[in-house]
């Protein structure tokens, strides 16, 4: 493929708008070096996150289902079920988005709803508030590990985006605005050499008549 730019005029005005273009093609390039070097940093920073977050998850469902084996054994299986079902916890997922670098990531809670008194308490255990506690922090630290690997998920993307056109600017739109521009630039001086050299010859022709 041509370095040339197709429809390319040896003009003056056009060696100054391919100027201006290699200007801008330059600073575009440089923003977006910078902001590929930052995504890349974000991007770290939140993956280093992501083993601590997966560690705290299997951690928080360890002890979640630890306490319902407990809570099993003291009150028996099969009160377990029916005051799960008489309590009726309802989670709700809230969805949101921030901006980071320039890339929507989302931002998750999760709220839930939990009667004041979803059973009697002389027919319980103490267990079951014990169980009940494990598993809502189990549930948060799930939540919490989603976000995080969207996060994870969506930079990652938007930084070989970046990559891809910090590529594209350096090896294929400003060397050819370069060789355009220097093409602009050898014409229109070999266009002026030729024009000088055909004045001296005609004011030599006309000297020596």
Do not use: C
Not at 26 to 46: A, P, Q, T, W, Y
Not at 93 to 113: A, K
């Amino acid at each position: 493929m041509s370095k040339i730019l197709p429809g390319t005029k040896t003009t003056r005005m056009e060696l100054l708008r391919l100027k201006n273009r290699m200007r801008l093609a330059e600073r575009g390039h440089d923003l977006l070096k910078e902001k590929r070097d930052s995504l890349i940093m974000e991007l770290f920073n939140v993956l280093a996150e992501v083993k601590e977050t997966r560690e705290k998850v299997e951690t928080a469902l360890s002890e979640a289902f630890s306490a319902l084996t407990k809570t099993k054994m003291i009150m028996g299986p099969s009160e377990v079920v029916e005051f799960a079902n008489a309590s009726r916890v309802l989670a709700d997922l809230r969805i949101s988005t921030r901006s980071m670098m320039g890339v929507l990531v989302p931002v998750l809670s999760v709220e839930q709803h939990v009667p004041e008194l979803p059973y009697s308490l002389p027919d319980s255990s103490v267990q079951l508030d014990v169980m009940a506690s494990k598993f809502k922090d189990a549930l948060n630290a799930v939540v919490r590990l989603a976000e995080i690997d969207s996060t994870v998920k969506r930079l990652a993307i938007e930084v070989e985006r970046t990559k891809r056109r910090v590529s594209a600017l350096e090896t294929i739109v400003i060397p050819r605005l370069d060789a355009t521009a220097r093409y602009v630039k050898q014409a229109l001086e070999e266009r002026e050499r030729e024009d000088f050299f055909r004045l001296k010859f005609l004011k030599e022709r006309m000297e020596s008549e």
